[in-house]
Structure formats: C-alpha cells, structure tokens
T-cell receptor, first 115, second 114 residues
Framework: DSGVTQTPKHLITATGQRVTLRCSPRSGDLSVYWYQQSLDQGLQFLIQYYNGEERAKGNILERFSAQQFPDLHSELNLSSLELGDSALYFC??????????????FGPGTRLTVL | AQSVTQLGSHVSVSEGALVLLRCNYSSSVPPYLFWYVQYPNQGLQLLLKYTSAATLVKGINGFEAEFKKSETSFHLTKPSAHMSDAAEYFCAVSALSGNTPLVFGKGTRLSVIA
C-alpha cells in the first residue's frame, strides 16, 4: 500500500459525459501528479500540482482539467468524454516539487470506461 | 527532451533463469533513471533508481540495474526468476530540475514459465 488513495476504482460512463476522479496523496506529500495509461499511448504524464499550484503540464487535453485543494487532495475532471478517453488514470504523490530525487508513490488507479 | 525505449514488449523466461529487461534512454541533461513494476490491477511500485551515485543499483526483490553512460542504457536484471516476478515493468527517466516529470517507456511484460 503506497498511501495514495484514488476514488472511484472503476467508472463507466457514456460519450459526452463529464466525470471527476479524486486523489488523496500520502500524508506530508505536497506534489500530486496525474498520469493516463492506455494500450496505444502507454503511460503518459498529464499534469502536476505542488502545494495547490500547477507545476508542470504534459499531454493533457483541453477537455481535461485538474486542481489541488488546500487539504492537498486533487481532482481530475474529464469532460465531453470520447471513446478514446477510456484508460487507467493514475495519481502519484511526492514530498517535494519534483525532479529526480523526489520519489513518486502511485495510487491503485481509476479505470475509466467510456461507452 | 527525454525519452525511453524498452526493447521487447514481452519477455518470457523459465523459473530460475536470468531475467534481463532492456532500457535505453535519451536525455540532454544528466538523467535520473527508474524501474517501476506494475502487478495486475495495481499501481506502479518503485523497484530501484539511479541518481548519479553508484552505477550499479540494487533494488527490491533481488533486482538490480546498471547505468552505462556510453551505451545510454539502464538494463534491469535478476539472476533467478520467480513466478511472483510476472508483471509489467516500466523504465522511466527524469532530470534533476523540478519541472521535469517522469517519462516512461512503453513497458515490458514479463512472463515466468514453471
């Protein structure tokens, strides 16, 4: 158990809908990262927040957005869902702002299925 | 820019045999390198990491990896495979600066045959 929690574990929805994925980092960790894992794209970094502020941005679609709240939990919002958004979404957390020495701990993921 | 190439999307070994999973990286700055393991229906777990100290890095579960700058490689090895090693393995690269997230390879699925 990494100490990172994600809810829900599974999510099934229809095209065009909007969903929210939630992540609670390990106690004491200030950074939260979101990743998307799909069969064709592999594991891709989406976005990072550090202590409430956006820190780094990866291949995140404009239909997706995220935020980190004062209690440091984070939410990833996916809207106007398409079939291709079906994937496993991971959250990770780390103590610092990132970089090689800052180990990331991964949650169990949320499996999103868009029908 | 940084990138990682994992050679072989699927590797199959017999129980007790050597495990060798290959990873080559590309980085314009000195890299930090990682191997993660993902068991079915679970998140990623850090196996080991190279952070510019010793070039031979020992990790959990008997795995180790050697950083070879001249070959831009960071291959993962284990002398004797166990059935419980069957999983997906990901190589990743990062850099020292704070705004460089992990860049993952496509992953290698390891099967262990009894």
């Amino acid at each position: 158990d990494s100490g990172v929690t994600q809810t829900p574990k599974h999510l099934i929805t229809a095209t065009g809908q909007r969903v929210t994925l939630r992540c609670s980092p390990r106690s004491g960790d200030l950074s939260v990262y979101w990743y998307q894992q799909s069969l064709d794209q592999g594991l891709q970094f989406l976005i990072q927040y550090y202590n409430g502020e956006e820190r780094a941005k990866g291949n995140i679609l404009e239909r997706f957005s995220a935020q980190q709240f004062p209690d440091l939990h984070s939410e990833l919002n996916l809207s106007s869902l398409e079939l291709g958004d079906s994937a496993l979404y991971f959250c990770a957390s780390s103590v610092l702002a990132g970089g090689g020495v800052d180990e990331q701990f991964f949650g169990p993921g949320t499996r999103l299925t868009v029908l | 820019a940084q990138s990682v190439t994992q050679l072989g999307s699927h590797v199959s070994v017999s129980e007790g045999a050597l495990v060798l999973l290959r990873c080559n990286y590309s980085s314009s700055v000195p890299p930090y390198l990682f191997w993660y393991v993902q068991y079915p229906n679970q998140g990623l777990q850090l196996l080991l990491k190279y952070t510019s100290a010793a070039t031979l890095v020992k990790g959990i579960n008997g795995f180790e990896a050697e950083f070879k700058k001249s070959e831009t490689s960071f291959h993962l090895t284990k002398p004797s495979a166990h059935m419980s090693d069957a999983a997906e393995y990901f190589c990743a690269v990062s850099a020292l600066s704070g705004n460089t997230p992990l860049v993952f390879g496509k992953g290698t699925r390891l099967s262990v045959i009894a």
